[in-house]
């Protein structure tokens, strides 16, 4: 999979080569390129961002360095054999990141993440990338960033975890892929008592069956006291 981003931070995604998603781009399975949009913008103050028409605080990111860029970077790959890339913009008013989402991005051959600042980007921008490739504007939760960089960051782990040979022990994901929608049981290891507090007898059993209900039951309690909204019997839930 290639994954382009476009930020005018890009060093905020060094974390990214290290661990896992390191290893995929060692092993040549992930190819993530970084650039800075201001690499696109060609005044003497390589400005990227100018004041809204019909006003309000703030500034909002100027067209011409995304067009640019996104002209570059979806034109580098019509040159190559790979199809039109999926072009995700970060936006509180996008459609909410979830592991459904991040599975569906996973399938992809190209992804560009286009991260705002300020107070976003010119909308005609979104408009102009669905020439170029499948445009999503996504959130990555109810609350309000500072720009595009950290939702990025989050979606590329969530999604680059999922492409095969990215995580080390494929049956973490197998157990993942049957995953149920409920919140997952506590884990424990040794020392079986520590400072005081000792594991549940239960899972010094040796009892598979005991312990494999335990566990659904702890699923099931936690769910329901921390998060009823994904029980099918929430009247608030998602239809
Ligand atoms: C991209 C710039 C900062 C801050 C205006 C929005 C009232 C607009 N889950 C997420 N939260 N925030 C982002 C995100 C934020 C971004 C950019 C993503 C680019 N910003 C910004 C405030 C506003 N504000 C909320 N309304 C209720 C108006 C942009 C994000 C993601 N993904």
């Given at each position: 999979?290639?994954?382009d981003v476009l930020s005018i931070f890009p060093?905020?995604?060094?974390?990214?080569?290290?661990?896992?998603?390191?290893?995929?781009?060692?092993?040549?399975?992930?190819?993530?390129r970084v650039r800075d949009l201001r690499e696109w913008a060609f005044d003497r103050h390589r400005t990227v961002d100018d004041?809204?028409?019909?006003?309000?605080?703030?500034?909002?990111m100027k067209p011409e360095p995304w067009g640019l860029a996104l002209d570059e970077i979806a034109g580098d790959?019509?040159?190559?054999?790979?199809?039109?890339?999926?072009i995700?913009?970060?936006?509180?008013?996008?459609?909410?990141?979830?592991?459904?989402?991040?599975?569906?991005?996973?399938?992809?051959?190209?992804?560009i993440f286009g991260c705002g600042r300020?107070?976003?980007i010119d909308?005609r921008v979104?408009?102009y990338a669905?020439?170029l490739?499948?445009?999503?504007?996504?959130?990555?939760?109810?609350?309000?960033?500072?720009?595009?960089?950290?939702?990025?960051?989050?979606?590329?782990?969530?999604?680059?975890?999922?492409?095969?040979?990215?995580?080390?022990?494929?049956?973490?994901?197998?157990?993942?892929?049957?995953?149920?929608?409920?919140?997952?049981?506590?884990?424990?290891?040794?020392?079986?008592?520590?400072?005081?507090?000792?594991?549940?007898?239960?899972?010094?059993?040796?009892?598979?069956?005991?312990?494999?209900?335990?566990?659904?039951?702890?699923?099931?309690?936690?769910?329901?006291?921390?998060?009823?909204?994904?029980?099918?019997?929430?009247?608030?839930?998602?239809?």
């Amino acid at each position: 999979m290639r994954i382009d981003v476009l930020s005018i931070f890009p060093s905020y995604f060094d974390g990214l080569t290290l661990s896992l998603l390191g290893k995929a781009q060692d092993a040549g399975i992930l190819d993530l390129r970084v650039r800075d949009l201001r690499e696109w913008a060609f005044d003497r103050h390589r400005t990227v961002d100018d004041t809204p028409y019909g006003g309000g605080a703030g500034m909002v990111m100027k067209p011409e360095p995304w067009g640019l860029a996104l002209d570059e970077i979806a034109g580098d790959v019509a040159a190559g054999e790979a199809g039109p890339p999926t072009i995700i913009f970060p936006s509180p008013a996008g459609e909410v990141f979830t592991q459904r989402t991040a599975r569906d991005l996973a399938t992809r051959e190209h992804l560009i993440f286009g991260c705002g600042r300020y107070e976003g980007i010119d909308e005609r921008v979104f408009e102009y990338a669905s020439q170029l490739g499948e445009v999503r504007l996504i959130s990555l939760g109810d609350y309000v960033l500072n720009g595009g960089e950290v939702a990025t960051m989050a979606m590329i782990e969530a999604i680059g975890r999922l492409i095969p040979g990215v995580v080390g022990n494929p049956e973490s994901l197998v157990e993942e892929s049957h995953e149920d929608g409920l919140l997952e049981y506590p884990s424990y290891t040794k020392p079986a008592s520590w400072r005081e507090r000792t594991v549940p007898d239960v899972l010094l059993s040796g009892n598979h069956a005991a312990i494999a209900a335990w566990r659904r039951d702890q699923q099931f309690e936690r769910t329901r006291r921390r998060r009823p909204d994904l029980l099918p019997s929430d009247d608030a839930a998602q239809s």
